[in-house]
């Protein structure tokens, strides 16, 4: 089994990853025969999966392809960064733009590793068109190549056993079944997608969790909550679910784009059954009352957030 007993540097910058409280999540973790994980993004979870065996899909192509070459030619990727960051050095602005359009026409995914190192705040973002549309970020280098060489390399090791596909996360989930655990982070019901147009399917995310509890799989759901003033309030019906929990997941990288204040971002976590009450324990020490606990999590038992 891998065990990670901090969080790893992420190797793509991914905006709502769950980095900083993934050490937290893992401990909801149960023992499973196989993970899955269908919005990949930055893969925050996947070095704390419970199992060697997983899937990780995304509809983003270049993500997938990306994490192939991760896994795969670590060495190659690292070396393919350098080149580029190099290039930006030596050339400043311009380059990152040249290779901005390159990617755009290619969807080399060694032009995509570079850009989100090197775009304003690591945010990706697409046009309507679908290509790649964010600025570089002048006031920063990127992150230096032996460092991101490291970083690669020890995700490399991390990703052994886990298969990607470039699918929707449906598809990604046809071959669940009894004893594998799914850990889903889709966009917020409230909002359009992250990365493209088009407003995500809440109806068609229950009927898929609704799927997963008839095959006797179990799931955790990061969902809505709310960032500063901003509320997504599409929680998951009652008979979906088991437990909720209250997860501070940092602060909104767009708020900070757009200049207008930082927002603290809250996500309700949803999982499908109830883990051992030692678990719980390590969340709160008052089981009858919602707390803030060390690990970053509010946690509420019996009648949760209702």
């Given at each position: 089994?891998l065990?990670?007993d901090n969080?790893?540097?992420?190797v793509?910058?991914?905006?709502?990853?769950k980095?900083s409280?993934?050490?937290?999540l893992r401990n909801?973790f149960?023992?499973?025969?196989?993970?899955?994980?269908p919005?990949?993004?930055?893969g925050?979870?996947?070095?704390f999966?419970p199992?060697?065996?997983?899937v990780a899909g995304d509809v983003?192509?270049e993500?997938i392809?990306?994490?192939?070459?991760?896994r795969?030619?670590?060495?190659?990727?690292?070396?393919e960064?350098?080149?580029?960051?190099?290039?930006?050095?030596?050339?400043?602005?311009?380059?990152?733009?040249?290779?901005?359009?390159t990617?755009?026409r290619?969807?080399?995914p060694h032009?995509?590793l570079?850009?989100t190192?090197t775009?304003?705040?690591?945010?990706?973002?697409f046009?309507?068109?679908?290509d790649?549309?964010?600025?570089?970020?002048h006031?920063r280098?990127g992150?230096a190549?032996?460092r991101?060489?490291e970083?690669?390399?020890k995700?490399?090791?991390?990703?052994q056993g886990v298969?990607?596909a470039?699918?929707?996360?449906?598809?990604?989930?046809?071959?669940v079944?009894?004893?594998?655990?799914v850990?889903l982070?889709p966009?917020y019901?409230?909002?359009?997608?992250r990365y493209?147009?088009?407003k995500?399917d809440?109806?068609?995310f229950?009927a898929?969790?609704?799927?997963?509890?008839?095959?006797g799989?179990?799931?955790?759901v990061?969902?809505?909550?709310?960032a500063?003033?901003?509320?997504?309030?599409e929680?998951?019906?009652?008979?979906l679910?088991?437990?909720r929990?209250?997860?501070?997941?940092?602060?909104?990288?767009?708020?900070?784009?757009?200049?207008?204040?930082v927002?603290?971002?809250?996500e309700?976590?949803?999982?499908?059954?109830?883990?051992?009450a030692?678990i719980l324990?390590?969340?709160?020490?008052?089981?009858?009352?919602k707390?803030r606990?060390?690990?970053?999590?509010?946690?509420?038992q019996?009648?949760?957030f209702?």
């Amino acid at each position: 089994m891998l065990i990670a007993d901090n969080p790893f540097e992420p190797v793509i910058k991914w905006s709502g990853s769950k980095r900083s409280v993934a050490a937290s999540l893992r401990n909801l973790f149960p023992r499973a025969a196989r993970y899955f994980e269908p919005f990949v993004g930055g893969g925050a979870m996947l070095p704390f999966r419970p199992c060697r065996d997983a899937v990780a899909g995304d509809v983003i192509e270049e993500l997938i392809d990306l994490w192939v070459c991760i896994r795969d030619e670590p060495d190659r990727t690292a070396t393919e960064y350098k080149k580029r960051w190099h290039k930006l050095q030596d050339e400043g602005h311009t380059a990152y733009y040249a290779i901005r359009d390159t990617f755009n026409r290619t969807r080399n995914p060694h032009d995509f590793l570079f850009l989100t190192r090197t775009c304003v705040n690591g945010l990706i973002r697409f046009n309507g068109d679908g290509d790649f549309n964010n600025s570089l970020h002048h006031t920063r280098p990127g992150i230096a190549p032996q460092r991101l060489r490291e970083i690669i390399r020890k995700w490399s090791v991390a990703l052994q056993g886990v298969s990607f596909a470039k699918a929707d996360y449906r598809e990604t989930l046809s071959p669940v079944a009894a004893d594998d655990l799914v850990f889903l982070d889709p966009p917020y019901a409230a909002t359009r997608g992250r990365y493209s147009q088009e407003k995500f399917d809440v109806g068609g995310f229950y009927a898929e969790l609704g799927r997963l509890n008839d095959v006797g799989a179990k799931w955790i759901v990061t969902f809505d909550g709310y960032a500063g003033e901003r509320t997504y309030e599409e929680s998951l019906p009652k008979g979906l679910f088991e437990m909720r929990l209250a997860l501070p997941t940092g602060n909104s990288p767009f708020t900070k784009l757009m200049r207008t204040g930082v927002d603290a971002v809250v996500e309700s976590v949803y999982l499908n059954f109830e883990p051992p009450a030692k678990i719980l324990r390590g969340f709160s020490d008052d089981r009858n009352e919602k707390a803030r606990v060390g690990v970053g999590l509010e946690v509420e038992q019996g009648c949760l957030f209702v």
